[in-house]
């Protein structure tokens, strides 16, 4: 299986020799939410996971930092040696973000909480999870993070940032990639911030989205497109790959508002491994392998009209996972604990601490 993969990697255009082996253990980044089978994922694989980010806390324009950690999460991971760099995202939104970029003493405000925190819970440092961001913000950004790592550094702190994959390093040409320049890979000037963040995550993930039609969650040959591109400007050993556990169910919505009026209405909902196996039973799909995408889909007829679902599952984790080893990786963020089949876990060994 692993030579297959290898090959896969190599045929898609790897940057390093076909067979280069590196001897460290890619670090299992994984995130963790709110909700109770996120945290009943946690528990019953903590031993594989090697790096905990928490949703844990958010900022406003005024850099008032709020949250906290869940204190049974925060027990058990200190009880296991598991270090926690807690999520960090706006909570006022792109207009709100802006405002803080441009005001030193609400950026003052919110590293100054960011180590209170660290200090009072014992975190390892913090991951910076901002998004939507104008690209006209880019160098406001990059600025917020060096200011960020440098304060952190001092208390022998980390900063990880998690970015939107925005090769080519443009806005391409149709008028939605001109749109996901302008609001979400603009922003990110990946060289300039991989000199001050100790990690990149890149969120290889969401190719398709509920903006789009259906499609891969991260196929890989977009994946890999990706990581060439980041591999051009940040070093693999503070780069880890975003893979999906997750998957997105498409299907026709009410064609009718709340206003009365009349549109096209194309949903698309996330949907977890405990929902998406269910409901290829239920409906008898069959559910299909993609050996280029690598990834598992399947659709089923519901009042005659077509639904799609595209689930990530333990092959495609499998064949991500061997590119983070072939690659050299730091290793690999996977969204979002609770939300992935059982047997994903089988693919990862106890992670060393």
Not at 71 to 95: C, D, F, Q, T, W
Not at 234 to 244: D, F, H, Q, T, Y
Not at 311 to 335: I, N, T
Request: charged share 20%.
């Amino acid at each position: 299986m692993m030579k297959r993969v290898m090959k896969l990697v190599c045929a898609l255009g790897a940057t390093l020799a076909c067979g280069t082996a590196f001897a460290a253990q890619p670090d299992a980044l994984f995130y963790l939410m709110g909700t109770q089978k996120s945290v009943d994922s946690f528990v019953a694989h903590v031993d594989k996971i090697g790096l905990l980010v928490p949703t844990w806390y958010g900022v406003d324009n005024q850099g008032l930092v709020n949250g906290g950690p869940n204190a049974y999460v925060l027990h058990m991971a200190k009880e296991h040696r598991l270090p926690i760099e807690p999520i960090i995202s706006m909570s006022a939104g792109r207009n709100g973000f802006h405002e803080l970029l441009h005001d030193e003493t609400a950026k003052r405000h919110m590293i100054d909480a960011m180590l209170q925190q660290a200090t009072q819970y014992g975190y390892a440092g913090f991951q910076f999870d901002f998004e939507s961001i104008s690209w006209t913000d880019r160098d406001a950004y990059t600025l917020l993070v060096k200011q960020t790592a440098e304060a952190l550094h001092k208390h022998s702190l980390k900063l990880s940032i998690a970015v939107v994959p925005n090769a080519p390093g443009h806005a391409g040409e149709g008028r939605f990639s001109k749109w996901m320049w302008q609001y979400w890979r603009g922003a990110y000037d990946l060289a300039e911030l991989g000199k001050y963040a100790d990690l990149i995550c890149l969120m290889t993930y969401d190719q398709h989205t509920r903006w789009t039609v259906p499609g891969p969650v991260d196929g890989m040959p977009w994946v890999m497109a990706q990581l060439k591109y980041a591999l051009t400007l940040v070093p693999r050993e503070k780069l880890s790959l975003g893979i999906a556990l997750y998957g997105y169910h498409w299907y026709t919505g009410d064609p009718v508002r709340d206003d009365g009026t009349e549109a096209s209405n194309i949903k698309a909902d996330y949907i977890d491994a405990d929902e998406s196996i269910p409901l290829a039973q239920e409906q008898q799909a069959n559910v299909q392998w993609d050996p280029v995408e690598h990834e598992s889909w399947y659709y089923f007829y519901r009042d005659d009209m077509r639904e799609w679902v595209f689930m990530p599952d333990e092959h495609s984790f499998r064949d991500r996972y061997a590119v983070v080893k072939q690659y050299g990786l730091e290793g690999f963020c996977a969204w979002v604990l609770g939300a992935e089949g059982p047997k994903v876990w089988d693919e990862l060994p106890v992670a060393q601490r």
